[in-house]
């Protein structure tokens, strides 16, 4: 096989209960006087930033909380963000919520160096050097963010969402307790987790695909099998939300590794665009993705059915239909027109998403123009 180069965090605290521990695991970054919380309006309703807050404040660290993050943060959002901080130092931030929240606060870390601007390092490997440390501690079960070297950002000009991918942006410490996410409504669980089995099933089918992204990818394949329609149905199921969250970080591990191929290309126009969570736009696209090429995946697919817990017989074709039966049950849009698409729109839609090179060529089976228009359709 090829070289491959896996990297993960540099430390993973894992457990029910493990945000607690927050204040007493900082020292391992060295001597902190002062933190940045990076979280959204939710979280702070909940609690978890005040929690965080005043966890800090016991032990001699001062903080300071930004609480604006947008979901699908836009460029000017995040640089709005990077103003408000008006020249403040901080020696750790600490991203505290969902992955846009996660990806936000990676950017800030970097941004915060004063070294570059936003749009000096939206692309593949174009940040120069590490920014502060940062510790992520993720309040959803799907975009795997805390372990990965990515960040999203939504550029409305281009009506596209591109990616900032570099090893500079690695967390510090991660911390994964999945009593954050018992409160997750049923909607955002259900995206949330469909983005996450997206991740691990496009990371195994991958052209990049390797023994260690098959690892993850496998694993977080059977775990969100387990625990996804449970946890939609029954959220307060603490042995459900365990499935999710760790399926959802094992996603990430196999993406960062492999990375994922055409259902986020053509996922990230319909959000730059028509503004479709990240999740509901890949739970949408996954089963025509893969029917598309299913010739060229069977075995892979095989694979997988059995790590679903589905039948040896006939695998390839079970997976897609346990994946349509999931939507149903879940309760995810099926048709693109409630977000405003239209038939005009199909066109631009698919030559917005011919320009996400980057995934596109991890696709096992090359899409033409044409092809994305014919999945995009059977979406109308």
């Known amino acids: 096989m090829k070289t491959v180069r896996f990297q993960t965090p540099g430390a993973i605290i894992a457990g029910n209960g493990c945000f607690s521990e927050v204040s007493k695991q900082i020292i391992e970054l060295g001597k902190i006087k002062s933190i940045l919380i990076v979280t959204s309006p939710s979280i702070v309703r909940q609690g978890f930033a005040t929690d965080l807050l005043n966890s800090m404040t016991k032990v001699g660290i001062a903080s300071k909380v930004i609480s604006g993050v947008m979901r699908e943060p836009t460029v000017q959002h995040i640089e709005e963000l990077h103003e408000q901080l008006d020249g403040q130092v901080f020696d750790v931030f600490i991203g505290l919520g969902g992955g846009s929240v996660l990806d936000v606060t990676k950017l800030l870390a970097v941004l915060s160096t004063g070294k570059q601007m936003l749009a000096d390092i939206i692309g593949i490997d174009r940040i120069t050097s590490r920014g502060v440390p940062t510790i992520l501690i993720p309040t959803t079960s799907g975009t795997g963010s805390e372990v990965t070297p990515n960040a999203i950002v939504t550029v409305p000009e281009e009506q596209l969402k591109i990616g900032v991918v570099s090893q500079h942006l690695y967390a510090a410490m991660v911390f994964v307790d999945p009593e954050l996410t018992l409160s997750l409504p049923p909607a955002i669980t259900a995206a949330t987790g469909m983005d996450a089995f997206t991740h691990a099933l496009e990371s195994f089918i991958s052209n990049k695909a390797n023994p260690i992204s098959d690892m993850f990818a496998l694993e ?133 998403a011919s320009q996400v090179t980057r995934l596109l060529n991890n696709n096992p089976k090359a899409l033409s123009i044409t092809d994305m228009e014919s999945i995009y359709r059977k979406l109308l």
Request: proline content about 4%; charged content about 15%; glycine content about 10%.
């Open 220 to 352: 977080s394949i059977r775990l969100l099998s387990k625990g996804m329609v449970e946890a939609y149905h029954n959220g307060q199921s603490l042995q459900a939300r365990e499935s999710m969250l760790y399926g959802s970080v094992y996603g990430g591990m196999a993406l960062a590794c492999s990375g994922t191929a055409a259902v986020h290309a053509l996922a990230y126009p319909l959000g730059g665009r028509f503004n479709v969570t990240h999740g509901v736009a890949n739970a949408m696209l996954l089963p025509h993705v893969m029917a598309f090429q299913l010739a060229a995946i069977a075995p892979r697919l095989d694979l997988a059915a059995n790590a679903m817990g589905l039948s040896d017989k006939d695998g390839a074709e079970q997976v897609l239909q346990c994946i349509i039966n999931w939507t149903a049950q879940l309760h995810i849009p099926q048709n693109l027109r409630d977000f405003g698409v239209t038939p005009d729109d199909i066109g631009e839609l698919a030559i917005r």
